[in-house]
RNA sequence: GCGCCCAUAGCUCAGCUGGAUAGAGCGACGGUUUGCGGAACCGUAGGUCGGAGGUUCGAGUCCUCUUGGGCGUACCA
C-alpha cells in the first residue's frame, strides 16, 4: 500500500519536473506517513518541506504546486490539501480501502509478509547461557526477545537462522563436575570436606549426582579427582544442557543450531582465527600473554586472547566463532546480550574489523534486567546461592503467553518489571487477554452467524459497499497499518512494537464492537462486516503468531 | 576517573529513526447492556517530556553541558 502512495507523490513529483516549475530534483527519499489527526487526511508527505531549501521557494507555494500535479479522482485519491508548514495531505476514497481490504483476507496468513525477500542472510544468535544451571528469569526475556525477533524478521523477508552458543569450555565446565563429584561423595557419604562456596549450590546438582549413582552406584569413590572429573563435567552438562533445550522448548523456543564451542578448539578454528589475526599483526605477545590489538578498532584497550597460562579466553573463542559465523555465508550477525555484557559490544565490532569485515555487519542487542516481582513485592533473587527463580518456575505459574507477552511489551534496553501477581490476573490490567479476548469474541462472532443461517465464510464475492461507518474505516486502515509495523519493528529490530500495535487494533475492534452489532436482518451488511471482522482476525492471528502466542478462538 | 543505557501523567510504559494540538494501560472519579462473551465500552481529571544552552522552517527525538539512577571498566564467562 506504502508503494502505491509514494508513487503518486513520485508522479506530483515528476509532473512538477516536466512542466518546468521546478528543477528535476535528484533521487529523493519520498516519506510517507500518516497525519496524526485523521481529519487531516490519511497520508501526508513532508516533501514540500524537504526540498523548499533546494529550490528556493517558501515550503507550502511548493506545496501548493506539487498538490496541482497530484490527479484527485484517480488511484484511490479523493482529495488533496496543503496544511501546516507545507505538508501535502491525500484523502484516499472509501473504495481503495474496500479494495485493500479484500487483499487482506486473500493474502491470509501472508497478510503482513515483506512482498519480496530481503536479500540479507542473517544470524540470530541469543540465551547461549552457559550450561552450568537452569535458565532464569532474564534468560526468559532473552529468549522471548531472540525467538520473537526472529519470526519478526522471518516475516519481512530476511533469511533469518537462530543459533545458542554452547560455552562448553572453561573453568566454569570444571566448577560444575566438580559440583557434581562432591555431592556424589556426599551421596555416598564419603564427603570430602565442605562444599565450597563459589561451586554450584543448586539443588539440580544433586538431582544430577543421584542420577549418577543410580546408573553407576559407587564405581567412582575409589579413583581419583583427575580420572573421574572429565566423566562428571560431561554428565551434568549434558544433564543441564538437556534441561535447557527442554525450558526452551517448553517455551517455545526453537532454534536452527545448536553451536558448541568445543568444537571450534577440536576443528583448530581458534588457532586458525589467530594466526590469520597475528599474520597481520593484530595479535602480538606482551607480558606472557596475547593480545588482540582492538585498541585500533576503537575499542578502549587490547584484550587478552591466550592468558599467561596459555589457556584462550572466552573471547578468544568468540573471535573464531564469529568468523565462522561469516564464513558460514552471513551477511548479517546479531547478538543478544544480557544488559551487564554491553562492554562487550566494542571489541565484538572490532574484531569484526580486525579480521577484515565492516564493523555494521555485527550488530547487538542489550536486553535489561528483569525484576521479578510478587503483588508489588521485589522477589530477591541470589544466583551464588542457587535461590533464583526458574523460567520453567515461572511459566508454569503464569504460562507461556502471558509470559511471552511481558518479556515482549517493552523495548528490550528497558528495565522490566514482571509482576507474577499481575501476570496471572484475568483482569483489564492484563493486556494478553485482552487481545486474545478479542480473538475469540470474533471467532464467536462467527459461531453465532453460522448458528443463524448466514452462509460463511461466503462462497462468492462479498459485496463491501454496506461497510459505511467511519469506525469501521478506521479499523480497515489500522488493519492495513500492520504490513508497515511488520517492516519497521524489522528494520528497527524492535520486537515491542508487534504488542503494541495489537493493543491499539484490538482497542479499536472493541469500541467498534460495543458500538455496532455484526450478525443482522440486514444480510448484505452481516457479509460484509464478517468479511471485515475475517481481515481483522488474520492480522490478530499473524501477530500473535509472530510473538509466538497463541489465538485461542475461546477462553 | 572513563564508557554504555535510562529519565515522558500518581504508577508502568509508548511516541514509527526531526514533523502538525505529546499518547495508552493501570490507579482515581463518573457513566454504559431486555440482541453477537462485561476478560468489554464511554467520559472526566492528570504534563515546563529531569534541568540549561545549541543546531533549523520545526526538537520528547540530534549536539554540548548538567543532575539523578542502572551497568560496565578482568589474563571471568
Known amino acids: 500500500m506504502k508503494e502505491q502512495i509514494e508513487e503518486i507523490f513520485r508522479q506530483a513529483l515528476a509532473g512538477a519536473a516536466g512542466a518546468g516549475e521546478l528543477a528535476a530534483p535528484a533521487d529523493i527519499d519520498i516519506v510517507v506517513e500518516k497525519p496524526k489527526d485523521e481529519k487531516l487526511g490519511d497520508f501526508s508527505s513532508n516533501l514540500a518541506l524537504v526540498l523548499s531549501r533546494a529550490a528556493q521557494k517558501n515550503p507550502r507555494d511548493l506545496a501548493g504546486m506539487l498538490a496541482e500535479h497530484i490527479p484527485v479522482g484517480e488511484g484511490g485519491v479523493e482529495s488533496v490539501s496543503v496544511a501546516g508548514p507545507g505538508f501535502i495531505n491525500l484523502k484516499m476514497s472509501r473504495g481503495f480501502y474496500r479494495e485493500r481490504l479484500k487483499q487482506v483476507v486473500a493474502e491470509g496468513e501472508r497478510h503482513g509478509y515483506a512482498p519480496a525477500p530481503k536479500n540479507q542472510k542473517v544470524l540470530l544468535e541469543f540465551v547461549s547461557a552457559n550450561p552450568t544451571g537452569p535458565l532464569h528469569v532474564g534468560h526468559g526475556r532473552g529468549a522471548a526477545v531472540g525467538d520473537c525477533l526472529g519470526r519478526l524478521l522471518k516475516v519481512a523477508g530476511y533469511d533469518v537462522r537462530t543459533e545458542y552458543y554452547i560455552n562448553d569450555v572453561g573453568n566454569q565446565m570444571n566448577i560444575l563436575g566438580r559440583s557434581t563429584w562432591l555431592r556424589y561423595r556426599e551421596l555416598l557419604g564419603r564427603p570430602s570436606g565442605e562444599f565450597p562456596e563459589d561451586h554450584y549450590q543448586g539443588d539440580y546438582i544433586m538431582d544430577i549426582a543421584r542420577e549418577i549413582e543410580k546408573g553407576h552406584g559407587g564405581d567412582f569413590l575409589d579413583r581419583s579427582e583427575e580420572e573421574v572429573l572429565p566423566f562428571f563435567r560431561k554428565t551434568a552438562a549434558n544433564w543441564v544442557l538437556g534441561g535447557i533445550k527442554k525450558d526452551l522448548g517448553d517455551f517455545r523456543v526453537h532454534f536452527d543450531n545448536w553451536f558448541s564451542e568445543q568444537t571450534l578448539y577440536d576443528d583448530g578454528s581458534v588457532d586458525r582465527a589467530l594466526n590469520w589475526l597475528r599474520e597481520r599483526g593484530f595479535v602480538y605477545d606482551k607480558d606472557g600473554a596475547v593480545w588482540l590489538k582492538s585498541s585500533a578498532f576503537q575499542d578502549d584497550k587490547d584484550r587478552v586472547v591466550v592468558k599467561q597460562s596459555g ?7 568468540d573471535i573464531a566463532y564469529h568468523q565462522n559465523k561469516i564464513e558460514r555465508g552471513f551477511t548479517r550477525l546479531i547478538d543478544l546480550f ?19 569485515y565492516d564493523r555494521s555487519v555485527f550488530h547487538a542487542i542489550l536486553v535489561q534486567f528483569v525484576t521479578l516481582k510478587r503483588g508489588g513485592e521485589k522477589v530477591q533473587m541470589s544466583t551464588r546461592s542457587g535461590q533464583f527463580i526458574t523460567l520453567s518456575e515461572v511459566v508454569a505459574e503464569v504460562g507461556v503467553d502471558v509470559a511471552r507477552y511481558f518479556f515482549l511489551m517493552r523495548g528490550s534496553d528497558t528495565h522490566l518489571d514482571f509482576d507474577l501477581e499481575l501476570a496471572k490476573a484475568e483482569t483489564p490490567e492484563n493486556p494478553v487477554y485482552y487481545i486474545q479476548y478479542a480473538h475469540a469474541r470474533i471467532c464467536n462472532i462467527f459461531i453465532t452467524a453460522r448458528q443463524q443461517s448466514v452462509a460463511w465464510p461466503p462462497a462468492g464475492e462479498v459485496d463491501l459497499s454496506p461497510l459505511a461507518e467511519d469506525e469501521e474505516f478506521t479499523l480497515i486502515k489500522k488493519i492495513l497499518a500492520f504490513p508497515e509495523v511488520v517492516e519497521k519493528s524489522a528494520q528497527a529490530l524492535e520486537v515491542h512494537r508487534v504488542p503494541h ?16 452489532r455484526v450478525v443482522t436482518e ?25 510473538m509466538g502466542i497463541s489465538a485461542p478462538e475461546k477462553m
Open 311 to 317: 589457556e584462550q579466553t572466552y573471547f578468544c573463542s
Open 338 to 356: 544480557g544488559a551487564d555484557h554491553h562492554g562487550y559490544v566494542p571489541r565484538m565490532k572490532a574484531v569484526m574489523e580486525a579480521l577484515g
Open 501 to 516: 500495535y495489537l493493543h491499539e487494533l484490538v482497542a479499536v475492534f472493541h469500541g467498534y464492537y460495543k458500538r455496532y
Open 522 to 546: 440486514d444480510g448484505p451488511r452481516t457479509l460484509a462486516r464478517l468479511f471485515l471482522l475475517e481481515a481483522l482476525r488474520i492480522t490478530i492471528q499473524n501477530g500473535l503468531a509472530i
